[in-house]
Every structure is written in C-alpha cells, then in structure tokens.
C-alpha cells in the first residue's frame, strides 16, 4: 500500500515587503503646524510720568487708531458697572488692524484693573487677572469673547501693566527718557502678547513684522505718552456716570 508524505507548504518570501521602522523624530500634529505655535512677545519702557497719567493713555481704547501700529480703526461698544469709585470701563472694543494689504475687523473683550492694568483678549484667550480684580465685570466674567472675535487668531492676548518705580526696591532700571524726575513721577510700562495663528498663512505672511510687534508698540506708546503729556500731568476725566465713550483730558 502506497503513502503519499504531505509536506508542509513553505510561504513565498514577499518581494514587497518593506521593513517597517520607527521615525528618527516624532511626527508633527496637525494642529500645531509651523507658524501655528502659540508665542509670547514682550517689552518694557520706564517713563517719566505719573502712574496714573499713564494708565489714563493705555485705557484710552478709542485712541488707539492714533498710535498704535497697524490699528486702523478702534471704536469701544460696551462698558463695565460701576466700579468702587463710580467709574466705568471699557468691556468690549471693535478693533480694525490691517498689515500688507489685509485688513481686519474683530471684537476684543476688555478687562481693566484701575491704575494697574489693562487686557485685550480674542479668540480662545481667557483672561488671567485674579477674579478678585474684576468684581466690575461681574456680569460677563462667565461669558466667551464674542464670535466675529478674530479669524486671524486662534488665541490672542494684550497686556499692559503699569508699575509705579518708587514701588519697587532699588532702581536698577532704565529710563528710556534721560530726564531727572522723582521716583513718583517714574512709571515701567510692561506689554506682553501672546497670540496664535489660525493658520499658517497668517504666521508666513507676517513673519518679517510679528516678532517685532511689541517693541513696535511700545515705542509707539512712547511716542504718545511724549505728545499728550510732555512735561504737565494728564488726568482721566472724574465724571462717575457710565457713558459709551472713552474721555479725558489735558492740563496744560
């Protein structure tokens, strides 16, 4: 009687296989493609007025179309309660800033902190002020920036802080004007921003400009502070009622 000796079947090699590997470094995710990295810009200038006549500039959110760099246009829509002393503060603004041929016009949510500072948020920024700080925007603290908040950025945060130098010990700090003032006539203005693009696009066509935004703007601001209050004081308007407008005045 015959046996047939089944032998076992040998797999043909696969002449395209392609041996597997891992990546030398880890793949980038698509939500953070480059130019869409979140970044922080920042400046500092120590001038030769009084905190308050400074805080008064930088609150003056109508005027900024005047002086700062590549805003076009800047019109405050809504106001704060009261707060202690009676006085009201920009909550809302639209803003309309333009750079190489695009413009665009974008709502800002305001948080201002009387004689220290003074935020802009758009976007997915949240504001990082203690809560303690605001109890003037009590009523919107809950609530999201509004929608046509930017389509440029992702998340955008401006900042300003004014410090009074005769706070701090010591003064180890430049003053950008040379002239010989006293210590309560000193302010150092902080500004920093932190923003992402949407999309890359924006971050490519602004790259030669955005790193240097800050110290744009805070030159600028000098700038300013030099034309409104030179060597006399400039002080905000004492009126306690809440009014759609941004005023204040010069004394000579």
């Known amino acids: 009687m015959m046996t047939t000796k089944i032998l076992p079947r040998l797999s043909r090699p696969n002449r395209f296989h392609i041996p597997l590997f891992k990546p030398a470094s880890p793949r980038r995710n698509f939500i953070t493609l480059p130019g869409t990295e979140a970044q922080t810009l920042k400046a500092s200038r120590v001038l030769p007025y009084k905190p308050s006549s400074i805080y008064s500039l930088i609150a003056d959110v109508d005027n900024y179309s005047t002086f700062v760099p590549y805003c076009v246009d800047s019109k405050v829509i809504k106001w704060s309660a009261p707060d202690g002393s009676g006085k009201c503060w920009p909550s809302e603004a639209d803003l309309k800033v333009g750079w190489g041929g695009y413009e665009e016009t974008f709502t800002s949510r305001l948080f201002c902190v009387p004689s220290e500072t003074v935020e802009a948020l758009s976007g997915e920024a949240s504001t990082t002020l203690p809560l ?9 603290l809950g609530s999201s920036n509004p929608r046509n908040s930017t389509n440029i950025f992702k998340s955008l945060s401006t900042r300003w ?3 009074p130098l005769n706070s701090k010990p010591g003064n180890a700090y430049h003053q950008t004007d040379q002239t010989k003032t006293p210590a309560e006539y000193r302010t150092e203005v902080h500004l920093t921003i932190e923003f992402q693009f949407s999309n890359p696009i924006y971050a490519a066509l602004s790259k030669a400009a955005a790193p240097r935004v800050a110290g ?6 000098e700038v300013q502070a030099r034309k409104q209050l ?10 306690s009622e809440c009014t759609p407008r941004s005023t204040f005045e010069t004394k000579l």
């Not at 303690?132 to 919107?140: D, G, K, M, P, R």
């Not at 744009?216 to 601001?221: G, L, P, R």
């Not at 030179?230 to 009126?239: A, E, I, L, Q």
């Open 161 to 163: 802080d004014v410090i």
């Open 216 to 221: 744009i703007m805070i030159e600028a601001f």
């Open 230 to 239: 030179g060597s006399s004081s400039f002080y905000s308007n004492t009126k």
């Open 132 to 140: 303690s700080n605001l109890s003037h925007y009590s009523a919107t």
